[in-house]
């Protein structure tokens, strides 16, 4: 008797159910249905040109970041819509060189300076790294790392480079075989940007240019880039979307690549913590507010992170890349 009681329950909510399941979707197609007609014609920011969809929606820039050519995708939509161009609901995008001051620069006169989208550097716990802190920390960390790169430390940190670029030499003359062999010169310059930042932020080298390969640090380092990119995704897709696109969108190698960095990163940074390089580097004062209690282990880590970030690839890439326009160099 229980058994069919419950049965006739359960039959008697079907209609409430089957209402309920068709109701729900209607609902939710309605409710953005109505959000991308008011972002496409009422937003602030309508006025604007733009493909329909970025104007509707965060879509288009999630798509163009899986697709991984924003850039190029960019360039495109300016020669089409010009100077100015809509890439998503809220944003715009500018490639006029005038207009980068006002966007980037440094406001006075009690004007409102323009912070970074939060949807920016998503993947990093709020007002922990100089990247991503507010107005009055980045001046405090910008004052404890300034004391790295004065006149002074760049003065006395020049052995150090000296060093690493002699190393340079050496082993360049010892893979091209005296310049009969060709070589990849980006990667070496890789290999010499790394170990120098390496040494400057953790008071030891990578040892990149001495083995000819990247430290298990630096190789998986470029994951963090994707996972950047990954994080301004999600954080452009509604709340309850965000947690199954990084379940099924985020690459598990780069899930793992930023855990194992993770702890590499902690193993250097205690190592710097407990021993202090023969010349001022750029964590001398990060490390003394750490030790007084001025700075916590999770801003110390996040901003040697963005130390390497800084220092690294991006010289090696500069260095790699001049001779193309200027190839007396």
């Not at 850039?71 to 819509?81: A, F, G, M």
């Not at 998986?220 to 994080?231: C, E, H, R």
């Not at 954080?235 to 899930?255: H, N, S």
């Amino acid at each position: 008797m229980a058994i069919t009681e419950a049965s006739l329950g359960l039959l008697g909510s079907l209609p409430s159910i089957l209402l309920l399941s068709i109701a729900l979707p209607l609902i939710v197609i309605a409710y953005y249905g109505a959000v991308w007609a008011y972002n496409i014609w009422l937003h602030p920011l309508s006025k604007y040109p733009g493909p329909l969809l970025a104007r509707a929606s965060p879509l288009w820039m999630v798509i163009s970041y899986l697709h991984g050519k924003t850039p190029t995708e960019l360039l495109k939509l300016h020669e089409r819509y010009g100077p100015v161009v809509r890439t998503g609901p809220n944003e715009l995008s500018y490639i006029n060189t005038s207009q980068w001051k006002e966007i980037y620069g440094f406001k006075s006169n009690g004007q409102t300076e323009f912070v970074k989208d939060p949807q920016y550097h998503a993947a990093i716990k709020p007002n922990t790294s100089i990247l991503n802190s507010n107005a009055q920390y980045h001046g405090y960390l910008r004052k404890l790392l300034a004391h790295g790169f004065s006149e002074k430390s760049l003065r006395e940190q020049e052995s150090v480079l000296k060093s690493f670029i002699d190393t340079l030499f050496r082993r360049l003359n010892e893979e091209s075989r005296n310049g009969e062999q060709p070589v990849d010169i980006q990667r070496w310059y890789n290999f010499v940007s790394f170990d120098i930042i390496g040494y400057l932020t953790f008071g030891e080298s990578f040892n990149c240019l001495t083995t000819g390969t990247f430290h298990t640090w630096v190789s998986i380092f470029f994951s963090i880039a994707k996972n950047f990119a990954y994080g301004q995704m999600s954080a452009r897709l509604p709340y309850l979307i965000r947690g199954p696109f990084k379940r099924y969108f985020v690459p598990a190698k780069v899930t793992g690549d930023v855990v194992t960095l993770a702890a590499l990163n902690e193993e250097k940074t205690n190592h710097r913590i407990e021993n202090s390089p023969p010349v001022p580097d750029f964590m001398d004062k990060l490390v003394d507010a750490y030790k007084s209690g001025k700075l916590s282990d999770e801003s110390l880590k996040e901003n040697t992170q963005v130390l390497v970030a800084a220092g690294s690839e991006t010289t090696a890439t500069s260095l790699a890349g001049k001779p193309i326009g200027h190839p007396l160099l």
